[in-house]
């Protein structure tokens, strides 16, 4: 089982898809996950305080806005954690912590030069495309080794 | 209980860098609560596409979609906040074409701002207070007329003013500069009674604003504590005479600036900030000190000057103090350099929190620093417009303070 | 500040989305009550929330894969169900994360097309999907367009 990085890191689709074929997706959610279970100070929704934009100067510069900075805070940590990573480059539906577009340009930046496998989808808009994209993640998956048969 | 007042929030950003908290607990400390206009993802997609700005980021997408969802009032709310992060391009361009829009085609009430995770409750607080005056006040800021024996305080963070007014008449005042709040607060009460020859307790309503409202509203027992924007509009509008219609106030403070558009003497839009000294009356106070001159005779002296002669950028206190030492030790004449100092505080003004507000004339400029003619005339100059200065202007505050207290007097009775 | 102290700590939940033309949210539910009686179970509009310990909801999630394979799908998330500071009715609106799943659950048939292939292979083409963005109009073919349409009409 290897650990696999999600660009939407909020997508239903790809978190399922890794996980079914036997590894594990990091996105977003694990990053929430842990701030929401984690005690401190309160700061709601997202246990998000103004520390972690601070954090965040580990990716990203201080004249970086801080939401980007936030945002990296979360999964920065997770792309460093990642052995390989999927990503769908039409997401342009997707908020949150999806929700800033220099963000996820930092993102994809970051994934692409880690030199680690990525493989590169769009969504599937058609039952032939969906047989594709189905199909291309379980060999990309199936190269890294450890997943499920 | 009254139901809180309703803040739709506008925003990408606030939620990661950690101080949605800090929004919330401002709006529910003036007693608002914010909220999340509710649109289907089908909607979003529409909306977004016919308001016909092409930007990346998705949550700046669900913004506008939003944003017209209020305006064509398929969502209610009473009244709109809009954050995006500070340094963010693509977050500036919305805020500030969805301020516009909403201004534009709609009378909610419309706060903008550009937090960073430094940002705080205390920070958001004057314009949660303002935001909501405008939405559930409207009754109140109605008033054109002072009645009976009002006081009016206003506790700045340089100067506190207190006005005595009498059947829509001010009749005693006081200025002293602040020092300690409250003892500066007493001590400029006291000038003005005794100007107005009237005893604390034949005051029947009192009214506080300025930085240090809370502290002196509560000595006074004030039947009103307000923050300046709303109470300066309404001084603004009653002492230029301008009740109807629109006009815009600029403010020029010790610490901050304030610029409001006004329609029947309530506030529109407002914007408030200035990120440095540089643009406030602090940094013309250091050119006369500079100067060996009163703050009294800088704007006179300025008045006789050419500001172009005196390369001067008051963007950073700092820097400003090193042009203004520089010009004196190169020579510089000093009406030259009084003069640049007025041009770079306006100029300031003018780029940073002008383009925030649509300015309607009239435009009326209120406050200390608009005694100081150097400064008046350098920002009618870049507005191309004769500025009007209302008599009493800087005590603005004071008197909106004092004509909005006359609206509790019946309710004493 | 106020101190925070999480409730749930060392849970995690899961979403479950049920696209399925045999069976519903309330089908699965009953089942998933039948086989872990000991997990918190949310019924939602769109499937299930479940919460328990790490390997509970793993073993949950597997027999409920189980029951429609292609057509059940399923994604972690941050917050326990319910949790008010995320729950539409506090907010006013949808959680940022909703208008998201609502795009990809518009697609999501072609992926259980994509399943349904995966698991029973028909034999058909399987095109490659490792591209990035669809490729641009062949500049070749794009030419022809222009002929073809100035020929109808010169």
Known sequence: MVKVFIYPTTSLILSDLVKRFGHEPLGSALGIRERIQTAGFESPPLQITPEEPKKGLHWAAVEVPSGVRGRMAIMGPQIDAADAAIIINDADLAFGCMGCARTNELLIYLLRTKGMPVLNLIYPTTEEEGIAFVAAIRKFLGSLGGGAP | MTAPVRIAQLSCG?????????????????????????????????????????????????AIARAKALVEGRIETDGVFIATCFRCAEGAIVRNELRRYIVEKSTLPVVSYSFTERTTAGTLLTRMEALTTIARRRALLAREVQ????????????????????????????????????????????????????????????????????????????????????????????????????????????????????????????????????????????????????????????????????????????????????????????????????????????????????????????????????????MGLLLQTKIVVPPNSQYIGAVGSALLASGFIREKR | ?????????????????????????????????????????????????????????????????????????????????????????????????????????????????????????????????????????????????IEEEESAHG
């Open chain 2, 14 to 62: 606030p939620e990661y860098s950690g101080i949605q908290k800090e929004i919330n607990d401002a709006a529910a400390a003036v007693g608002a609560e914010i909220f999340y206009p509710e649109i289907s993802l089908k909607e979003m997609q529409r909306d977004y596409g016919a308001f016909g700005l092409d930007i990346r980021s998705p949550d700046l997408k669900l």
């Open chain 2, 147 to 378: 009645e009976g024996l009002t006081l009016g305080v206003d506790s700045g963070s340089s100067t506190t003013k207190a006005v005595v007014m009498r059947d829509n008449r001010i009749i005693g005042k006081g200025w002293v500069p602040t020092t300690e709040v409250a003892k500066s607060a007493e001590e400029a009460i006291g000038n003005a009674l005794s100007e107005a020859g009237v005893k604390r307790d034949e005051i029947q309503a009192a009214g506080a604003t300025g930085y240090g409202r809370h502290l002196v509203g509560s000595r006074i027992k004030a039947d009103l504590i307000q923050e300046e924007l709303t109470v300066n509009s309404k001084g603004a509008v009653y002492l230029a005479d301008h009740q109807k219609g629109p006009c815009t106030v600029i403010d020029i403070g010790g610490m901050d600036n304030k610029a409001i558009t006004v329609y029947d003497g309530i506030p529109g839009t407002f914007t408030m900030g200035g990120i440095c000294a540089g643009a406030s009356g602090r940094f013309l106070e250091m050119t006369a000190k500079r100067l060996g001159v009163e703050i009294t005779e800088l704007g006179p002296l300025a008045m006789k000057g050419i500001s172009r002669n005196v390369p001067m950028n008051s963007y950073c206190i700092v820097f400003g103090t090193q042009s203004l030492v520089n010009a004196l030790s190169g020579g510089s004449a000093p009406e030259d350099v009084a003069a640049a100092a007025c041009h770079s505080v306006a100029e300031q003004v003018f780029e940073q929190q002008l383009q925030e507000v649509e300015i309607k004339e009239p435009v009326i400029m209120v406050g200390g620093t608009s005694l100081i003619e150097g400064l008046v005339h350098a």
């Open chain 3, 1 to 145: 500040m106020k101190r925070y102290i999480p409730a749930y700590a060392g849970t995690v939940t899961v979403y479950i989305f049920i696209e399925s033309t045999d069976l519903t949210p309330e089908d699965i539910a009953v089942r998933t009550y039948e086989i872990a009686p000991r997990a918190m179970v949310k019924e939602t509009c769109f499937g299930l929330q479940v919460t328990g310990k790490p390997e509970e909801v793993d073993g949950i999630v597997a027999k409920i894969r189980a029951f429609d394979p292609a057509h059940i799908f399923v994604k972690d998330r941050g917050f326990p169900p319910g949790d008010p500071r995320r729950c539409r009715a506090n907010l006013g609106g949808a959680r940022p994360g909703f208008h998201g799943h609502e795009f990809e659950l518009s697609l999501i048939g072609n992926v259980s097309r994509g399943l349904e292939e995966d698991l029973h292979p028909t034999g058909v083409a399987v095109p490659d999907a490792t591209h990035g963005r669809r490729p641009p109009l062949p500049v070749e073919r794009l030419k022809e367009i």
